[in-house]
C-alpha cells in the first residue's frame, strides 16, 4: 500500500485528547512533555478550550497526541510515501520522518510557541472565510490590518492579525457574502510578517540539529518542496511560521505522489475533508474517526 500522512494543526484539540495523551504517554516522551506542562501529570486539571487554545498548551499538546498515535500505529504501516503537516503539524510530520526525536521535538514546541508568543503583544486571531473570491479576501483582510495566512483551497483562505481587526472584518466578509466564518482556536497571527522575529529566533533551536536523510519525503506547507534531508525539512519549519502556507498546493503534491490511502494524525478531521473534497477517488480518514487503533489499522489493511 502507498501511505500518506497528514498532521493536524491547532484548534481542534479538546479535552479528549488532553486525556489521551495523559494516559498514553509514558517513559523518556512522558518525562519532556511534564516539564513543559507539568498539570499532565495531574490525575484531575482544570482543561477548559481557553486553556488549550493557548499556544504554550497547545503545541506541545498536540505534537505530543500526535507522536503518541505515530508510536502505536508505526509497526503495523507500511512506509509511508510522504507526510505533510499543517503548521503546527509539520512538526509532527517532520519528527515521524526522522528530523528529530519525539523527546527532542516536544521541547522544540514549547520554544516555538514561547517565540511565536514573544513576537507579538495584545490580542490576536485567525478567521476562516469561505465563499468568497481570494483576490476579494485579501483586499478586505488587507483594509483591517490583516493579512492572508493559510490558502486552504480556492474561495477558502484563513486571516490573521490583531483581534480588533478580525472582529471588524467579520460583518464585512458576511455582508459581502461569505458562506461560512469560522474563528480559530489560535491565539497568534501565525505565517504572517508579524512572525518574522519568531522565525528566527526558533531557526536558531533547529540549526543546531544535525543533518540526516530523512526515512520519507516531507512536503512544506509552505509550497509543496518535498524535503528528503532534515536540514531543508526544518528550514522550512522555520520559514513557515512567518509565511503564507499554500495548503491547497501541498495537498496537491500529495495528490501527484499517487497514494492508495491518506491517514489524517492529530486532533480533529479537518484536513481529511479538505483532501475528500479534493480526491474523492483516494480513500481518506482521520485517526479521529476511529474508536480505536485496531480500527485504523484495519481500515488500512482493508484497503490493501
Same mark, same amino acid.
Given at each position: ?8 494543526? /491547532?484548534?481542534? &484539540? ?7 495523551? &495523559? ?8 518525562? !519532556?512533555?511534564?516539564? %513543559? ?27 505530543? /497526541? ?34 528529530? @526525536?519525539?523527546?527532542? $521535538? ?22 476562516? %472565510? ?6 476579494? =479576501?485579501? @483586499? ?7 493579512? =492572508? ?22 460583518? /464585512? ?5 461569505? @458562506? +461560512? ?14 512572525? =518574522? ?29 518535498? !524535503? *528528503? ?9 522555520? +520559514? ?13 503534491? =500529495? +495528490? ?9 494524525? $492529530?486532533?480533529?478531521?479537518?484536513? !481529511? ?11 481518506? *480518514?482521520?485517526?479521529?474517526?476511529? +474508536? ?13
Amino acid at each position: 500500500m502507498r501511505l500518506a500522512l497528514l498532521f493536524s494543526g /491547532q484548534g481542534a &484539540q479538546t479535552a479528549a485528547h488532553w486525556q489521551q495523551v &495523559q494516559a498514553g504517554v509514558s517513559g523518556e516522551l512522558r518525562a !519532556a512533555l511534564a516539564q %513543559v506542562l507539568p498539570d499532565i501529570l495531574d490525575p484531575n486539571p482544570t482543561v477548559n478550550p481557553e486553556k488549550l487554545a493557548k499556544n504554550k498548551i497547545a503545541q506541545p499538546l498536540i505534537f505530543a /497526541q500526535q507522536m503518541l498515535l505515530w508510536s502505536q500505529l508505526q509497526g503495523h504501516l507500511p512506509r509511508p510515501i510522504c507526510a505533510a503537516g499543517y503548521s503546527l503539524g509539520e512538526m509532527a510530520a517532520c519528527s515521524a520522518a526522522g528530523a528529530f @526525536s519525539a523527546v527532542e $521535538g516536544v521541547r522544540l514546541c514549547a520554544e516555538r510557541a514561547a517565540a511565536m508568543d514573544d513576537a507579538v503583544a495584545g490580542e490576536h486571531g485567525m478567521l476562516a %472565510v469561505l465563499g468568497l473570491d481570494d483576490a476579494l =479576501v485579501e @483586499s478586505m483582510a488587507a483594509e483591517a490590518g490583516l493579512a =492572508v495566512a493559510i490558502r486552504n483551497a480556492p474561495r477558502h483562505l484563513v486571516v490573521a492579525g490583531p483581534r480588533a481587526g478580525i472582529i471588524a472584518v467579520a460583518g /464585512q466578509f458576511e455582508a459581502a457574502g461569505a @458562506s +461560512r466564518l469560522v474563528h480559530l482556536a489560535v491565539q497568534t497571527p501565525s505565517h504572517t510578517p508579524l512572525l =518574522v522575529k519568531a522565525a528566527a529566533n526558533f531557526k536558531k533551536h533547529l540549526d543546531v540539529l544535525p543533518d540526516c536523510r530523512l526515512a520519507f519525503p516531507v512536503l512544506s506547507a509552505i509550497d509543496a518542496t518535498a !524535503a *528528503r534531508m532534515a536540514g531543508p525539512a526544518r528550514d522550512a519549519l522555520a +520559514r513557515q511560521i512567518c509565511t503564507l502556507l499554500d495548503w491547497a498546493a501541498c495537498l496537491q503534491g =500529495v +495528490r501527484e505522489m499517487q497514494p492508495d490511502a491518506v491517514l489524517e494524525i $492529530g486532533p480533529g478531521n479537518a484536513l !481529511a475533508r479538505l483532501f475528500g473534497e479534493l480526491a474523492p477517488e483516494i480513500p481518506v *480518514r482521520a485517526c479521529d474517526d476511529f +474508536r480505536s487503533i485496531d480500527g485504523i489499522v484495519c481500515w488500512l489493511k482493508a484497503g490493501s
